[in-house]
């Protein structure tokens, strides 16, 4: 059961992460456009911000079920 877990865990980091870099990547072309002002500053500072925590997240997420997984069949 731990197992099952733990690859859940791995899933549920893994796809936060891809979901933050496709945000991310959506801010970098709001940062590259012509019709950048003041407006899309502040909004592309707020994209900044949620994506990276969510990366940081996704990292003790994914960490944490590699290493239940580990104990788990290390013990087996």
Not at 17 to 31: K, P
Request: proline letters at 1%; glycine letters at 8%; aromatic letters at 12%.
């Amino acid at each position: 059961m731990k197992k099952v877990l733990a690859i859940v865990l791995i899933l549920i980091g893994s796809s936060f992460v891809i979901y933050s870099l496709i945000v991310l990547a959506n801010c970098f072309v709001l940062l590259s456009s012509t019709e950048f002002n003041i407006v899309g500053i502040g909004y592309s500072i707020g994209t900044l911000f949620g994506p990276l925590l969510l990366i940081a997240f996704s990292r003790w997420l994914i960490r944490k079920g590699v290493k239940i997984y580990k104990q788990n069949t290390s013990l087996n």
